[in-house]
């Protein structure tokens, strides 16, 4: 635990909720982590193996026994194991969200769905050209049938070419590397390792394929197809879901919006969606924002209904309708106990099954809509593509309906409410400076920006939530870092009242002056967690134009409050792609010193990026900044990174 434990939020309205918990007795997510303590030591340092029945094993590494499982596997094995585990079950999740959006465009280019179309065209050609699609002739549809296929192609294909998105969006000097890195190993070994990943599906299936009972032993070999698997969410599932959803639903554009509980209205017919995929939200919220169900909640009662969200799916919302956001993943349970929530409609991930329990507490209603998220006790609805408005209609009534029930004895709203300024891709943010990234790049060149620091990630209630976010944040601009934020990451720091142009005042001088210059604040908001894919698409640009590969930007990732399978792929992703990776907590590894170096200090070596740990504010932005100097010192000096010997 944070030495902070004794405070579980550093979020005003998170904390007047939690009274509000403690006083009536509601069960929080805090509550069942002091519950569960103390909490597995083998589990957390990766040694415990289960996938034979003739465990579940637990390894001594120390020294002592048992330090092997009963089929012989050692504590390096059975650590490289879990974590690629883990990347595999991260990577599914954000490819198969990028999977739906594919098969969205497919039908809409087929004719096969009118209540669907193509928002911004010039993004679909922007994307047909980058993928090298000759689109001469072509009507649009057309256009959009052929990046469909491309995109589902990257899904399933056979053959061991590396996946088209990832061909025509990772820089050649950075492929160049792979692929001699690859001949290098295959030199020291006689293996033949794959970093680039073939297809999406085949990646995961390879990963619990080599990880079953008795096939891959060496732990190195389990890494490399870790990455590979990581690799193929991030330039593969992740930037497919980011870029068609821009062609979907339409590019994000800056604007102002709303962040915190206080944007729950105690007159309104409150529906909060919660989730990831954009799909389904994108057209809820046309239908209640509509004037019949207006008039509908009208009837009962409210002014009208409110469309706010949570998590993933609000990152998308906001940044294309402006939609609010009422916070992150631990104020969902929050949400609810204020006692003015209509219905909690869901997609996928990041749910906590403990919701269900909860809304029966009040008159809320839960609302699942995927048959890949069912909770017993929840009111199911189906969505389906072809019937959206009529699905989105008996979702908006449903929640219309249950604020006849509510009781105005259990309202309690926070009133913290911050404006922030959102929806910053990488098209955006070229705008503002002026039609591309150059003048981006000769920030960083000549110092005016000391770097750039994606943090993303999700909340963890073992740490103070969004002390490190927003901390980090902060103390980061102060440095005249810019800050580009994704996931829950982004909706702490916009809570936290960092995400408004007046920002810029709190940063160092350089950063200040080019925010005020180009219109900017030092924190920017780029979107979902599949949005981590934009960050690869900027780092890419800027190294592309500064004549580098991108291990050499001083620039870094970091997932400070990180929780999930999802957050280990895109940090190894991140890492992979050559940018340094700090997270806030160790990841289940410290039982394998073998593993320990791969990740933190060898990977630095083969990929130019690396995974370095602190959980302190301090200490953690002292460490980021040392990086950020360190990769400067040599960018400045030109100086070339250069593999280590393989062979040792």
Do not use: H, N, W
């Given at each position: 635990m944070s030495k902070h434990e004794d405070v579980r939020s550093v979020d005003p309205a998170a904390l007047a909720m939690l009274a509000v918990a403690d006083r009536e007795g509601y069960e929080t997510v805090w509550d069942r982590l002091k519950q569960q303590q103390p909490q597995c030591r083998m589990g957390q340092t990766g040694v415990c193996c289960r996938i034979c029945s003739m465990g579940p094993c637990r390894i001594n590494s120390s020294g002592k026994k048992p330090d092997r499982g009963v089929c012989g596997a050692d504590a390096d094995t059975i650590v490289a194991r879990n974590l690629i585990r883990m990347i595999a079950a991260g990577a599914s999740s954000h490819s198969d969200h990028g999977r739906k959006p594919a098969i969205l465009l497919r039908e809409i280019a087929a004719g096969h769905n009118a209540d669907y179309g193509i928002k911004d065209p010039e993004k679909l050609l922007a994307v047909a050209a980058r993928?090298?699609?000759?689109?001469?002739?072509?009507?649009?549809?057309?256009?959009?049938?052929?990046?469909?296929?491309?995109?589902?192609?990257?899904?399933?294909?056979?053959?061991?070419?590396?996946?088209?998105?990832?061909?025509?969006?990772?820089?050649?000097?950075?492929?160049?590397?792979?692929?001699?890195l690859e001949t290098a190993i295959a030199a020291a070994t006689g293996g033949r390792p794959g970093f680039l990943p073939r297809s999406i599906d085949r990646e995961p299936v390879d990963v619990l394929h080599r990880t079953t009972f008795g096939t891959d032993h060496d732990p190195l070999s389990l890494l490399i197809q870790g990455v590979r698997c990581a690799l193929a969410d991030g330039w593969g599932g992740s930037m497919i879901a980011t870029e068609l959803q821009d062609v979907l639903f339409g590019t994000p554009r800056a604007k102002a919006a709303q962040a915190n509980l206080g944007v729950i209205d105690a007159d309104y017919v409150n529906i909060l969606v919660h989730g990831h995929e954009p799909i389904f939200s994108e057209k809820l919220i046309d239908c209640s924002l509509g004037e019949e169900m207006q008039a509908v909640a009208r009837e009962h009662g409210a002014k009208g209904v409110k469309v706010i969200g949570m998590c993933c799916t609000v990152n998308e919302v906001l940044m294309r309708k402006g939609v609010a956001v009422a916070g992150n993943h631990l104020h969902q349970e929050l949400a609810v106990m204020t006692g003015a929530i209509e219905a909690v409609v869901v997609d996928v991930q990041c749910i906590l099954p403990s919701m269900v329990n909860l809304t029966r507490c009040f008159h809320t209603r839960f609302i699942t809509t995927s048959d890949q998220a069912m909770f017993p006790g929840a009111i199911h609805i189906q969505y389906d593509e072809q019937n959206a408005r009529r699905v989105s209609e008996e979702v908006v009534r449903t929640a219309i309906a249950a604020f006849s029930d509510r009781n105005p004895a259990k309202v309690s709203i926070p009133q913290e409410v911050m404006e922030a300024r959102v929806g910053y891709g990488v098209e955006e943010l070229s705008g503002h400076l002026g039609g591309d990234l150059q003048p981006l790049a000769e920030a960083l060149a000549d110092g005016t920006i000391r770097g750039i620091v994606g943090i993303v990630g999700c909340n963890n209630p073992k740490i103070t939530q969004d002390y490190l976010h927003v901390g980090l944040a902060r103390e980061l601009i102060r440095e005249g870092v810019l800050v580009v934020g994704t996931g829950c990451s982004a909706i702490a720091v916009a809570k936290a009242g960092l995400m408004g142009l007046e920002v810029a005042d709190q940063a160092a001088d350089g950063l200040r002056d080019f925010c005020r210059r180009h219109n900017l604040p030092p924190v920017l908001h780029m979107g979902s967690c599949v949005d981590c894919s934009r960050l690869l698409v900027l780092f890419s640009d800027l190294a592309e134009r500064l004549d580098l590969d991108v291990s050499e930007l001083p620039v870094v990732g970091s997932a400070p409050e990180w929780t999930t399978e999802k957050a280990l792929t895109i940090g190894t992703y991140f890492a992979a792609s050559g940018v340094p990776v700090h997270l806030g907590h160790m990841p289940p590894i410290a039982g394998s010193s073998t593993v320990t170096r791969i990740l933190t200090e060898d990977l630095r070596g083969l990929l130019g990026g690396f995974f370095f740990v602190e959980g302190e504010l301090l200490p953690a932005t002292a460490a980021i900044l040392a990086v950020l100097d360190e990769r400067r010192a040599r960018f400045l000096s030109a100086e070339e990174d250069r593999p280590a010997d393989l062979a040792s």
């Open positions: 993928l090298g699609i000759a689109v001469e002739g072509l009507s649009l549809l057309e256009v959009a049938g052929e990046v469909a296929e491309v995109a589902l192609e990257c899904f399933g294909k056979q053959d061991g070419e590396p996946i088209r998105f990832l061909q025509r969006y990772m820089p050649a000097r950075r492929q160049e590397r792979f692929q001699k």
